[in-house]
């Protein structure tokens, strides 16, 4: 045990070193981590907003009115108030606008009389998903805009009751997601490297000839890479913290879960550099994967959205499970059916079948 | 003597492709003993089935009088191994690779003991400098030194003199003799005949994964004799050998490109082939030499015999 712990330490050591001599390396793991969630948050963004221009040629009262319905209508809009029409026709073609909305003159007069008042919609519809958001939130508006006016015509009126006590912003719900998706690139990466160079650099075969087994100087370096990975995801946590204004609910589990999966995916990097010997490869394997994975795991929206199918093969990638948990950690939102207790179960098998992987490949492979 | 290493009809094989076949040989402790053989002969194949990266498919190895293969923790901790391609870690300072193997090795007494192989080995003001900015000879020595940092009862070496210039290479036979006058047992493989011929015992030579022969390296170049290479013009050339030939001991007599190699049994009969030459035709220069490895392998094939 002695002899174990002490080459554990050695290993651990010597790999950070290595790091701390490439300090160009740290820098970009910490660049890596935060554009994680640069890049979830364009997803959000541009999934979640459509910007459109509202022309008001009418600026009556019932006019503005119906604005505010329209900007209540659908989580989808983002209104723009500063084009004429040859202006926003010219920033559709540029696709900077998605749609214009234009309030006829004489609306909120028609509407006081009880005449049809026609609202005229340019939609750019190179894009069906963006186009489909106008039109579904268009009538929408018009409806809360006529209950709200006292139409005698609108007979339904939806009952809401959320399941939950409060509503999440998408591009929070995503962003929390993206800090298990930023573990499992910069320690996957980092650990799948340090082992694989052991290969590579043939300094594996100098482990083979002494008398402990390479799988405990590769747990040192995974620990080390792991050191390096905390501190980038600290990074991104702060980041996250300050620039998203995020506030977790319950943050000792939140770090955990952070720490948990750290060292999880470093033992999944480890099995993989093991298995293919080579530091590029691994690297990009893991960069490949990542944000497929990142969507199957029900991070770009609740996994019940996705479809049986995805769902059942989320069940296979151990993201699914550190999402669940740090969605409930972070927003207390309970996106996986299985309970947090299981899910760390789940990431727990997952690191020992890395390392039961790593076990079994090490000598094959030394001596292949 | 003791045996340390001994291979009884070996055969390693990848597939259908035999790497070594039967190789038998006894490797005496307290002994340098080489493998001699040109690139592919199987000599790093051979090495690699004692330090355990490779398994016979077939025969008997003991090692420290355990059977291999093994899985003994033990045994491989009186093993030390210096690899062809050396197996540093680049990125950390030589006294980091040596406390990094220390810890693997379980040493105790750690600094003192990296301090006095690195004074043996004349690396005191290299010790704080990152291995990937060493020269390939400081790279060997940094090598060696790893390799018996825990004082193994044999040490097992990969080209020690690879791609290191002449005045290292002197210095890496120095020390390797020193560890030698010290009691270790060591192994070499070389393609170099000099090489073997500075450091072994004893050699075996190893051709094309079979082991044509094991002797003293003088007793091999004494066989493939004494070479007096000779300048002359082709036709000069054929009249030597004519005269040469059969002559009391002179063994062999080749053309070349510049003329012609003669073999000769003794160093003494050199001034009196070149007289008998020198009186028959026009030579342009001659330098007598030592024969290289292909010389010996040719002796050796051309003999067909083992030698004792």
């Given at each position: 045990m002695t002899m174990f712990l002490r080459v554990l330490s050695a290993s651990f050591r010597a790999e950070i070193i290595k790091l701390f001599r490439s300090p160009f390396l740290i820098a970009l793991v910490m660049v890596q981590a935060v554009t994680f969630l640069f890049l979830v948050t364009l997803f959000g963004l541009t999934g979640a907003f459509a910007p459109t221009a509202l022309i008001d040629y009418d600026k009556g009262p019932l006019a503005k009115e119906f604005v505010k319905n329209l900007e209540n209508a659908h989580h989808s809009f983002s209104l723009m108030f500063n084009y004429d029409y040859k202006k926003a026709l010219e920033e559709i073609r540029h696709g900077n606008l998605v749609a214009i909305i234009m309030i006829p003159q004489g609306f909120s007069k028609a509407i006081a009389a009880s005449r049809t008042a026609p609202i005229g919609v340019v939609i750019d519809n190179i894009d069906t998903d963006m186009s489909m958001d106008i039109q579904r939130a268009l009538p929408s508006a018009i409806t809360d805009f006529g209950r709200n006016q006292g139409f005698k015509e609108i007979r339904v009126e939806s009952a809401e009751k959320d399941l939950i006590d409060h509503d999440t912003d998408f591009v929070t719900y995503m962003v929390v997601s993206a800090l298990v998706l930023a573990a499992l690139v910069i320690s996957g990466i980092l650990s799948g490297v340090a082992v694989a160079s052991e290969f590579e650099s043939k300094t594996v075969e100098f482990l083979a000839v002494s008398p402990i087994h390479p799988l405990v100087v590769f747990i040192g370096r995974v620990l080390a890479?792991?050191?390096?990975?905390?501190?980038?995801?600290?990074?991104?946590?702060?980041?996250?913290?300050?620039?998203?204004?995020?506030?977790?609910?319950?943050?000792?589990?939140?770090?955990?879960?952070?720490?948990?999966s750290v060292f999880i995916f470093g033992l999944v990097g480890m099995a993989l550099g093991v298995s293919m010997k080579k530091a590029f490869p691994v690297a990009s394997f893991i960069f490949g994967v990542a944000l497929p994975l990142y969507l199957f795991s029900g991070t770009y929206e609740p996994e019940r959205f996705d479809g049986n199918l995805l769902w059942a093969m989320a069940h296979f990638t151990p993201l699914y499970y550190a999402v669940g948990i740090i969605e409930h950690a972070v927003l207390g939102l309970k996106v996986t059916p299985e309970s947090v207790t299981v899910n760390y179960l789940a990431l727990?098998?997952?690191?020992?079948?890395?390392?039961?992987?790593?076990w079994r490949l090490t000598r094959k492979n030394i001596l292949s | 003597m003791e045996i340390t290493v001994a291979f009884n009809k070996v055969d390693y094989k990848i597939g259908?492709?035999?790497?070594?076949?039967?190789?038998?040989?006894?490797?005496k402790a307290g002994e340098i003993t080489g493998?001699?053989?040109?690139?592919?002969?199987?000599?790093?194949?051979l090495l690699s089935l004692i330090n355990g990266l490779r398994n016979q498919t077939s025969g008997k190895i003991t090692l420290l009088?355990?059977?291999?293969?093994?899985?003994?923790?033990?045994?491989?901790?009186?093993?030390?191994?210096?690899?062809?391609?050396?197996?540093?870690?680049e990125e950390l300072t030589t006294f980091e690779n040596l406390e990094f193997a220390a810890a693997l090795y379980n040493l105790e007494?750690?600094?003192?003991?990296?301090t006095e192989v690195l004074e043996l080995l004349k690396l005191m003001d290299r010790k704080n400098q990152i291995v990937k900015t060493l020269s390939g000879g400081l790279k060997r020595r940094v090598a060696i030194a790893r390799?018996?940092?825990?004082?193994?009862?044999?040490?097992?070496?990969?080209?020690?003199?690879?791609?290191?210039?002449?005045?290292?290479r002197h210095a890496i036979w120095s020390h390797l003799r020193l560890l030698k006058s010290q009691g270790r047992t060591i192994i070499v493989a070389t393609n170099y005949l000099d090489e073997a011929q500075a450091l072994c015992d004893m050699v075996a030579v190893l051709h094309k994964g079979r082991l044509l022969t094991t002797a003293s390296p003088d007793y091999l170049v004494s066989r493939a004799g004494y070479c007096l290479d000779v300048e002359c013009d082709a036709e000069a050339g054929e009249k030597f050998i004519d005269i040469l030939s059969g002559k009391k001991g002179v063994l062999r007599a080749d053309t070349t490109p510049s003329g012609l190699s003669i073999f000769l049994k003794d160093r003494t009969l050199k001034k009196q082939m070149l007289d008998i030459i020198v009186g028959t035709g026009k030579i342009n220069g001659f330098r007598f030499r030592s024969p290289d490895l292909a010389e010996v392998f040719k002796s050796l094939q051309e003999k067909n015999d083992h030698v004792p």
């Open positions: 890479a792991n050191i390096v990975s905390v501190i980038g995801l600290t990074v991104a946590v702060a980041v996250g913290l300050i620039g998203w204004g995020i506030k977790p609910l319950y943050p000792l589990q939140m770090a955990g879960v952070l720490l948990v727990a098998g997952w690191a020992l079948l890395a390392l039961y992987v790593s | 259908t492709t035999t790497i070594l076949n039967n190789i038998s040989l006894d490797i493998f001699l053989g040109l690139n592919g002969a199987g000599k790093s194949t009088g355990t059977e291999l293969p093994s899985d003994d923790g033990r045994l491989r901790s009186k093993i030390g191994v210096v690899f062809q391609e050396t197996a540093l870690y007494n750690t600094k003192e003991r990296i390799g018996f940092l825990h004082d193994p009862q044999l040490l097992i070496i990969d080209e020690p003199t690879l791609g290191v210039d002449v005045e290292a």
